[in-house]
Structures are given as structure tokens and as C-alpha cells.
């Protein structure tokens, strides 16, 4: 998650409902595709549009506002549809982050909680 959080920053995991998330939150998750864990950053909800592009990230064609690099040149413009308990997240160094721009959403089924980084 850098530039966001140095590696070795320790978090604690907050146990809550996929639900009780909001945008921005950052998730700790198990893929089932690969059963690895990640911490990533909680862009889209479901039932949203999220699209891809060099000019940042749209959600239901709104530009998302975020304080560190949008997206790299290398993404191509990808359009993303939620369904129904499907979440969209990225890595703060998009450059360098294996997230939903590879692996596409996540279900809410593979949320664990919310990561806060501890102080």
C-alpha cells in the first residue's frame, strides 16, 4: 500500500459486514482464486460502474477525487459492472499492485474486515 503505508506498517483488522464499508476504506481480503490475502484500497460498490481510464477513475461516470497517483499510463480503459455483493478495489501504488484491474471485483464473501493501520 505505499506510497499510503510504508512496508512493515502493522495493522489490526476490524472485523465488519462487507455492508458497513465505504469508499476509500482500505479491506483485507482472501482471494479465492489464488487464496491469498490482500490489503487494498475499496474503490467501487456494488451495483456501480467503475471505468478505467488515463483520466482517472469514473464511478457512474463521476471522476473519483483521490490525493495519490490515479492511474498509470500502462492500465488500458477497462469498464467494470458491480453485481450484486461485488466490490472493486485498487492498491494505493497502482503502478505495482495486483488487484481488481487483474482479478476483476471481489465478493463480499472474500472480505475479512476493515485494515487501520496502527499508530
Same mark, same amino acid.
Given at each position: 500500500?505505499?506510497? =499510503?503505508? #510504508?512496508? &512493515?506498517?502493522?495493522?489490526?483488522?476490524?472485523?465488519?459486514?462487507?455492508?458497513?464499508?465505504?469508499?476509500?476504506?482500505?479491506? +483485507?481480503?482472501?482471494?479465492?482464486?489464488?487464496?491469498?490475502?490482500?490489503?487494498?484500497?475499496?474503490?467501487?460498490? #456494488?451495483?456501480?460502474?467503475?471505468?478505467?481510464? #488515463?483520466? &482517472?477513475?469514473?464511478?457512474?461516470?463521476?471522476?473519483?477525487?483521490?490525493?495519490?497517483?490515479?492511474?498509470?499510463?500502462?492500465?488500458?480503459?477497462?469498464?467494470?459492472?458491480? =453485481?450484486?455483493?461485488? +466490490?472493486?478495489?485498487? &492498491?494505493?501504488?497502482?503502478?505495482?499492485?495486483?488487484?481488481?484491474?487483474?482479478?476483476?471485483?471481489?465478493? &463480499?464473501?472474500?472480505?475479512?474486515?476493515?485494515?487501520? #493501520?496502527?499508530?
Amino acid at each position: 500500500m505505499e506510497p =499510503s503505508y #510504508p512496508e &512493515g506498517t502493522q495493522m489490526r483488522i476490524e472485523e465488519v459486514k462487507p455492508t458497513e464499508l465505504t469508499r476509500g476504506d482500505l479491506i +483485507y481480503f482472501k482471494l479465492e482464486l489464488n487464496s491469498q490475502y490482500y490489503v487494498k484500497r475499496l474503490i467501487g460498490l #456494488p451495483g456501480e460502474t467503475i471505468k478505467l481510464a #488515463p483520466a &482517472g477513475i469514473y464511478i457512474d461516470g463521476v471522476l473519483l477525487s483521490e490525493h495519490y497517483d490515479v492511474i498509470p499510463e500502462s492500465y488500458d480503459t477497462k469498464t467494470f459492472i458491480l =453485481s450484486e455483493d461485488t +466490490y472493486f478495489v485498487l &492498491g494505493d501504488n497502482r503502478p505495482n499492485s495486483l488487484d481488481s484491474n487483474n482479478f476483476g471485483a471481489i465478493l &463480499g464473501s472474500e472480505i475479512i474486515g476493515r485494515a487501520v #493501520p496502527i499508530d
